[in-house]
């Protein structure tokens, strides 16, 4: 891996910029650097994976080993079937270092610009980079999102992001309200139940399809990818046929089944939620069941169903916004929810050159997808020949 400073290159062909350095930049600049084109990740943070360095301690991939290796380079036995967090760092900073990657990191890009046939990347330190194509890769969870709910700003209790949740020792002994039951709130609230916190509520709005990770030895993502091409209405059947089977009725418990079918739910961009240990803590009481927040009050918590409760604690896993307004918002490339209208190897047809990576969460795995587009990136950019020659070390 070469960092090296930033300046303006006075080389008439121009690299590839990534902007990001997670997962999807990682593979993008691998697969290109594979095909001889010259590839500068540019990261704000000072490492490698940053926001994978930021999850909390639990976390393990939802996704196999065998099939969440980026390319290039497998993910080594010895970090098991389901790879730790931690281990998933350790895996970035060697892929980076395997792939001898250029990355510069300390340097956040804040807009980016056509011109003429190249593209420019307004940075930090007022630097202006000119590159040939751009590959936008600042990640599906980018930055916290906090519903503005009533009363919110002058609650008097404790509320966070479950971003800043690391693991369950600071809550020992206390009162917490977990706020979604995406998986991020589902595994969160498992591990303050298994960590000795006193007591533990979920707030739920929307129930959601959990599924079990493995199923006789069969992990849940192969079923993901099996079913992934095929007709909505007939994987909502399937689904909920699995369900049944598969699934505790937990209906006594303030969790009945979903009312409409996993593809569905899908296209709504919700993901089925892995059980890592909910359903066991929910039917054993150590996690409760509570309405959605709809507001603070005091130092109160205001139910959906009008019940004020009183936690010590607010964790909100209320999701992420990909913010990428800032950036590209200009160019007329996002969705009326903040999302590239295109990704992979497709431009928009407004700006040729500017590529997405990493802004679905298909039920197939994000990793295998930021694999599969990162090939399909590199091979149209390298087909396209506006680029500049692979070089190690060289000034950009």
């Known amino acids: 891996m070469a960092t090296t400073p930033l300046a303006h290159s006075p080389q008439p062909d121009h690299p590839v910029y990534v902007i990001g350095g997670g997962p999807g930049g990682l593979a993008v600049a691998a697969a290109l650097r594979e095909r001889g084109v010259r590839a500068v990740v540019l990261e704000k943070s000072d490492a490698v994976g940053a926001s994978w360095r930021a999850h909390y301690d639990r976390l393990r991939l939802h996704t196999t080993r065998r099939l969440s290796a980026l390319p290039g380079l497998k993910i080594p036995r010895s970090f098991g079937r389901w790879v730790a967090r931690a281990d998933v760092v350790r895996y970035l900073e060697k892929y980076a270092e395997k792939h001898e990657l250029e990355i510069v990191t300390g340097v956040e890009v804040f807009r980016v610009e056509r011109s003429e046939a190249d593209w420019v990347l307004h940075a930090t330190g007022g630097r202006r980079l000119v590159g040939s194509a751009v590959v936008v890769a600042t990640g599906f969870n980018h930055t916290p999102r906090l519903p503005e709910w009533p009363g919110r700003d002058t609650y008097e209790g404790e509320l966070s992001h479950a971003r800043t949740y690391r693991n369950p020792e600071p809550y020992a002994g206390k009162d917490v309200l977990v706020v979604g039951i995406g998986n991020t709130g589902a595994e969160i609230a498992a591990d303050l139940a298994d960590g000795g916190a006193k007591r533990v509520r979920l707030a739920v709005r929307t129930v959601p399809h959990i599924v079990k990770r493995t199923t006789a ?79 603070f009050e005091g130092g109160e918590v205001i139910l959906a169903d009008g019940t004020r409760i009183t936690p010590d604690t607010v964790i909100a896993a209320t999701g992420y916004r990909r913010a990428l307004e800032p950036l590209v918002g200009h160019l007329d490339v996002l969705d009326d929810r903040g999302r590239p209208v295109v990704h992979g190897a497709r431009c928009p047809r407004e700006a040729p050159g500017l590529y997405f990576s990493g802004f679905t969460n298909p039920i197939s795995g994000m990793l295998r997808e930021l694999a599969i587009d990162a090939e399909r990136i590199a091979r149209r950019i390298a087909r396209s020949g506006a680029h500049g020659r692979k070089g190690r070390g060289r000034r950009t």
């Open 217 to 295: 030895g069969w992990p849940a993502q192969r079923t993901g990818i099996l079913v992934r091409r095929l007709p909505r209405a007939l994987v909502d059947r399937m689904g909920a046929a699995m369900a049944r089977v598969g699934t505790p009725d937990l209906s006594a418990y303030g969790l009945p089944r979903p009312d409409t079918g996993l593809a569905t739910r899908m296209r709504e961009g919700a993901v089925p939620v892995q059980d890592v240990g909910l359903i066991a803590a929910v039917r054993a009481g150590k996690v409760e069941i509570v309405g959605a927040v709809e507001a």
